[in-house]
C-alpha cells in the first residue's frame, strides 16, 4: 500500500486541519463501502467517551469478512486551550463480525464541542472513512 504521505494531497490535510470547529460531539458512523468483493461490509465508528478532565476518542472498525489494511485517524481541536493537531496510523487486521479498537486518543476536557476526527480505513481493492462530530 502506498505510504501515508502519498495518499494524502497536501491541500486537502491542510484544509481538513484548518477548519474552525464549534460544533457539539456526537458518534459518526460510515455506511457500508462498495468494494470490489461482492457482499463486503466494512464500517467504522469514532466514538467520544468522556472521561473526568478529559475526552476519549476510541477509532473502532468492523467487517463481515476477515481484512487486512492500514488507517489514518485525524483528529484537531480548537479550544481557549489552545490547538491540537493529532495524526496516527498503522496496520490493522478485523475478524469476520467482530468490532476491534484501532486507536485510542485522549484530549483535554476543552475539546468538547471544539474537535473535528476523521478515520480513514484502507485495504486491497478498498476504502472507507466516518469523522466525528
Request: net charge positive.
Amino acid at each position: 500500500m502506498p505510504g501515508i504521505a502519498s495518499t494524502i494531497p497536501r491541500s486537502a490535510s491542510l484544509a481538513f486541519l484548518s477548519l474552525a470547529f464549534g460544533v457539539t460531539a456526537i458518534p459518526a458512523r460510515s455506511a457500508p463501502l462498495r468494494t470490489t468483493e461482492p457482499g463486503m461490509s466494512v464500517s467504522c465508528d469514532i466514538r467520544a467517551e468522556p472521561v473526568p478532565g478529559f475526552v476519549r476518542l476510541r477509532a473502532v472498525a468492523r467487517s463481515e469478512n476477515a481484512l487486512r489494511g492500514e488507517y489514518r485517524l485525524f483528529a484537531s481541536k480548537r479550544s481557549e486551550t489552545g490547538t491540537t493537531q493529532n495524526v496516527q496510523s498503522g496496520a490493522f487486521f478485523l475478524t469476520p463480525g467482530a468490532e476491534e479498537t484501532l486507536s485510542i486518543l485522549t484530549l483535554d476536557q476543552s475539546a468538547r464541542g471544539h474537535y473535528e476526527a476523521r478515520l480513514i480505513l484502507e485495504w486491497e481493492g478498498g476504502r472507507t472513512s466516518c469523522q466525528s462530530p
